[in-house]
C-alpha cells in the first residue's frame, strides 16, 4: 500500500511540469523570451498551448494499408502494360506508336484550350472550354499514364 502511495505521488509531481503555463514577453532589444514563470518586471501575456492532436494507429495502420494496396495495383497494371506492348514484336510496336501518337495529340488539345482560356472568355464560352479541359484531362489520365 505504501509503494502504490509513494507512486501515484510520484506520478503527479512528474507530470506537473506537463501543465505548466507559458509565459512569453519581448526585452528591450526585441528578444522574445518564453519561460514557465513570469516576469516579475516585464509585460508579458500567457501563451495558451493547444493540446496536440492525436490519430490513432489503427486508423494508420488502415490508411498505410490502403494506400499500399493502391500502389501494388498501379504497379501491377504499369508492369503488365509494358510486358504486352514490348517493343520486341512488331504488333507491340506499332501499339506503342499509335499510343504516343494519341497521347501527343490528347496533350497538343490540351495545350490549345489552356491556351484559350487564358486569351479571356466570356461565361458560356468559359463553361464549354473548362468542361473540355476536363474531358481531355481525364482521357489523358485513363489513357496515358495509368495505363
Known amino acids: 500500500m505504501p509503494r502504490m502511495l509513494a507512486t501515484a505521488f510520484l506520478i503527479v509531481v512528474l507530470s506537473s511540469p506537463a501543465n505548466a503555463e507559458i509565459y512569453s514577453w519581448t526585452d528591450a532589444n526585441g528578444v522574445v523570451h518564453f519561460t514557465d514563470t513570469p516576469p516579475p518586471d516585464e509585460t508579458h501575456r500567457l ?5 496536440p492532436v492525436t490519430v490513432p494507429m489503427a486508423n494508420n495502420l488502415r490508411q498505410h494499408r490502403r494506400v499500399s494496396k493502391i500502389h501494388e495495383q498501379v504497379q501491377s497494371l504499369l508492369s503488365s502494360d509494358r510486358k504486352r506492348a514490348s517493343p520486341r514484336n512488331h504488333k507491340g510496336a ?3 506508336a499509335k499510343q504516343a501518337k494519341a497521347c501527343s495529340n490528347y496533350r497538343r488539345k490540351l495545350a490549345q484550350v489552356q491556351s484559350q482560356l487564358r486569351a479571356g472568355y466570356g461565361n458560356n464560352k468559359g463553361n ?4 473540355k479541359r476536363r474531358k481531355l484531362s481525364q482521357s489523358l489520365s485513363q489513357e496515358c499514364i495509368l495505363r
Open 47 to 51: 501563451v495558451e498551448v493547444a493540446a
Open 94 to 96: 506499332n501499339a506503342m
Open 128 to 131: 464549354s472550354l473548362r468542361q
